[in-house]
């Protein structure tokens, strides 16, 4: 395991404690749940008689793919720890802590996909686990501070703050949190939800196998560059 994956999956394994408003002592936390084997997970699930597709991505895999561990991005994670703890920042939340050093470190030398906070679970995913961060650039390069949410609800449960280097801007980043499915034969994309032209067969809880009835093909999936 590489130093980048050891690190992502501390922080997104990081024990967040329990809140009055986070429901997970009833439920569970995400911190307490092991990690998928593989980066896209496809099952089905039966409702009302019918078979019905349901997907997941691995946030570990999605981060594993996208982010790196450098020496400046070491730095920059110890920069960020420090003025955490600083006295001036004790009443500061990791979220704007977190904004004002992208403002500081930020010297516009590369093209980023946001230059604002983003949080995943404020758009459509199949992620298994959500995450937020900001997007700057230093001296060409793309770097991401960012939290992974490991607790029950949204409102609180996130890791403390790491910094990573990001590869083309954070493009495969945030490109990559629903599963497409493909027919090789038709060379296009397929809405497996709505689409009548296409098999499902397998058992319940197990991958299925998706046949397009215009040319034969098995249907494949993927999310950005995960498999």
Request: with cysteine; hydrophobic share 30%; charged share 20%.
């Amino acid at each position: 395991m590489t130093s980048t994956e050891r690190k992502i999956r501390a922080m997104i394994r990081e024990n967040t404690g329990s809140h009055l408003l986070d429901s997970g002592s009833a439920y569970g936390y995400i911190y307490q749940t092991p990690i998928p084997a593989h980066a896209i997970t496809v099952s089905t699930r039966r409702s009302v008689g019918i078979l019905e597709v349901e997907c997941s991505i691995s946030l570990f895999h999605l981060l594993v793919d996208n982010l790196r561990e450098t020496d400046t991005s070491r730095r920059f994670d110890r920069q960020l720890a420090r003025m955490i703890r600083s006295p001036g920042h004790a009443d500061c939340s990791y979220l704007n802590c977190m904004q004002e050093f992208a403002d500081t470190i930020d010297d516009k030398s590369t093209y980023t996909v946001s230059e604002s906070a983003f949080n995943s679970y404020n758009e459509e995913t199949d992620l298994d686990q959500h995450f937020q961060g900001i997007l700057f650039s230093y001296d060409g390069e793309s770097y991401i501070a960012i939290q992974s949410h490991n607790g029950c609800d949204i409102r609180g449960g996130y890791s403390k703050p790491r910094v990573f280097q990001v590869e083309e801007g954070g493009v495969g980043l945030v490109d990559s949190w629903r599963v497409t499915f493909y027919c090789p034969g038709c060379a296009c994309d397929i809405d497996v939800v709505t689409n009548t032209e296409i098999e499902i067969e397998g058992e319940e809880g197990q991958p299925p196998t998706i046949t397009c009835q215009d040319c034969g093909s098995i249907v494949t999936w993927l999310a950005g560059t995960l498999h």
